[in-house]
């Protein structure tokens, strides 16, 4: 079993940065992929990022240049920075890590973007 504890949520104006950091219970990142998941009220949830076990990532094109996924793989942990934050980008922000049938989520975390 893996927990994930998503921090770093909250209210930002458009234009606006956020910083969301991944806790995991234990040192995973050599074997899982890591990703952050996103769902917005009325729509599914969908991938933001994602950062392979080797290292290489990818984006959904709404994102790419504005978000950057990285991990430090001796505190175990996986942060997303958000920039140029839009309206369109509130939603709850889900923590994922996955290794062929095993398949763990964070609690989410939510993320506002409003003037």
């Known amino acids: 079993q893996v927990q994930l504890v998503e921090s770093g949520g909250g209210l930002v104006q458009p234009g606006g940065s956020l910083r969301l950091s991944c806790a995991a219970s234990?040192?995973?990142?050599?074997?899982?992929?890591m990703g952050w998941y996103r769902q917005a009220p009325g729509k599914q949830r969908e991938l933001v990022a994602l950062?392979?076990?080797?290292?290489?990532?990818n984006y959904v094109d709404s994102v790419k240049g504005r978000f950057t996924i990285s991990r430090d793989n001796a505190k175990n942990t996986v942060h997303i920075q958000m920039n140029s934050l839009k309206p369109e980008d509130t939603a709850v922000y889900y923590c994922?890590?996955?290794?062929?049938?095993?398949?763990?989520w964070g609690q989410g975390t939510q993320v506002t973007v409003s003037s």
């Open positions: 234990r040192s995973i990142f050599r074997v899982y992929a």
């Open positions: 950062i392979a076990s080797g290292g290489s990532t």
């Open positions: 994922n890590a996955h290794k062929y049938i095993n398949n763990y």
